[in-house]
């Protein structure tokens, strides 16, 4: 793994985990964006966090950004570090969850990158780099495993 690879996560069994699962009819539940020194960084349920990337060994594909460059790469991983601390998207989950579920359409999203879910950082970290990884209004763990700009799909294991 390289800083700026993007990290999907299979299998998880709490409620919210299968929730996500169940709506975006896919086998990811989380996106986290690999840093350096073996960390990812990703926004938990509690906010934006920076962790051991090795919690996930075993139960996640690492996905490639194609034609990206290590100051790119850099540049996106510092985008995400500088968001650590910051809260969880709620109001996101919830207008995804308005929109996708009762389709009522409230406007709001997470442009502003200021409340972040773990898709939004993954694709905002990139999009600061002039890289849309998708063109979804709201990305989810599915549409970053779908991205035609992510490539080399594969199992990562320690």
């Not at 990290?7 to 840093?35: C, E, I, M, Q, W």
């Not at 601390?85 to 207008?95: E, M, T």
């Not at 939004?120 to 599915?142: K, N």
Request: aromatic residues 10%; charged residues 20%.
């Amino acid at each position: 793994m390289q800083p700026g690879d993007v990290v999907l996560v299979r299998r998880g069994n709490g409620l919210f985990d299968k929730l996500v699962r169940f709506a975006t009819v896919s086998p990811y539940y989380h996106a986290a964006l690999v840093a350096d020194g073996g960390d990812v960084i990703e926004a938990r349920l509690h906010g934006v966090v920076r962790r051991p990337a090795s919690e996930y060994a075993g139960r996640c594909n690492v996905l490639v950004p194609d034609g990206v460059t290590p100051a790119d790469r850099a540049q996106a991983v510092a985008f995400a570090q500088s968001k650590v601390g910051l809260p969880y998207g709620w109001g996101d989950i919830l207008a995804d969850a308005l929109r996708l579920g009762l389709h009522i359409d409230t406007g709001y999203r997470w442009r502003a990158w200021k409340h972040l879910d773990c898709s939004c950082l993954v694709t905002a970290a990139w999009a600061s780099q002039g890289i849309w990884l998708t063109e979804e209004p709201a990305p989810s763990p599915a549409s970053l495993g779908w991205s035609p700009v992510l490539i080399g799909s594969r199992p990562w294991r320690e």
